[in-house]
């Protein structure tokens, strides 16, 4: 069974720093790799998505997530957090195939709190 | 492009009463949707998957007769919570896979769902 880890419970950046968020995956085959992002109360918008091809992937709003498969890794980054960034993000990992196709496991979540 | 929409977006009801929530793709066929439960600080959680003119196939330990999904068109999938009791409140989120991008999934802004 494909699972997803986001070791990250709760981030805290100062707006302007750097952020990497963390996301391991479990998958016994070329996983489909997703970030989303949730505002309070909101639904999820997606950030970027791996499906082949060039491991580093760039998103929306900034962010880039750099797939990794020897260590099973898809960490999202960016060089400089803004306020509105703050937010829980979700790493989530797609069957690509089998009577799971397309189903969508998510991780945990992170919720990152930005610091003026 | 690939919105989804849920309606109602709040809702409050009453134990034992019955409550409907929609979810609607746009502007664009959904030949598959997804039904998710978030609970509050928590992960979301797949509940069930809606294909159209068919029924839906739920997870483990997701009661088919308490929470009923009718995916009637390739617009609309709809979600029934029988009977409701306290533990059901919940955000419920919803997500529609486009016809010919079946890897992608588009999500709803989701229900805020309180059983008094």
């Known amino acids: 069974a494909q699972s997803v880890t986001q070791p990250d419970i709760h981030i805290t950046v100062s707006e302007g720093a750097s952020l990497e968020l963390r996301c391991n995956y479990s998958?016994?085959?070329?996983?489909?790799l997703f970030w989303y992002v949730q505002s309070p109360g909101q639904g999820l918008q997606l950030l970027l998505k791996?499906?082949?091809?060039?491991?580093l992937v760039q998103g929306i709003k900034g962010f880039e997530a750099e797939f990794k498969r020897s260590q099973s890794s898809f960490n999202l980054r960016k060089p400089s957090v803004h306020w509105s960034d703050a937010a829980e993000y979700f790493c989530?990992?797609?069957?690509?195939?089998?009577?799971?196709?397309?189903?969508?496991?998510f991780g945990q979540g992170t919720i990152l709190t930005v610091h003026p | 492009g690939a919105v989804v929409s849920q309606h109602p977006s709040r809702v409050i009801c009453k134990s034992g009463t019955s409550v409907k929530i929609e979810c609607r793709s746009l502007?664009?066929?959904?030949?598959?949707m997804f039904w998710y439960r978030q609970f509050p600080k928590k992960s979301l959680m797949l509940m069930a998957t809606?294909?159209?003119?068919?029924?839906?196939?739920?997870e483990q330990g997701v009661e088919k007769d308490k929470f009923l999904i009718n995916h009637a068109s390739l617009t609309l999938s709809t979600l029934t919570v029988t009977s409701a009791h306290p533990e059901d409140s919940s955000f419920y989120i919803c997500?529609?896979?486009?016809?010919?991008?079946?890897?992608?999934?588009?999500f709803g802004p989701g229900t805020r769902l309180t059983v008094l």
């Open positions: 997500s529609a896979r486009v016809r010919g991008r079946s890897n992608e999934q588009f």
């Open positions: 998958y016994g085959a070329t996983p489909y």
């Open positions: 502007d664009f066929q959904a030949t598959t």
């Open positions: 809606s294909n159209e003119g068919s029924k839906a196939t739920y």
């Open positions: 989530a990992v797609a069957s690509a195939g089998g009577t799971s196709y397309g189903k969508l496991t």
């Open positions: 791996y499906f082949s091809g060039d491991t």
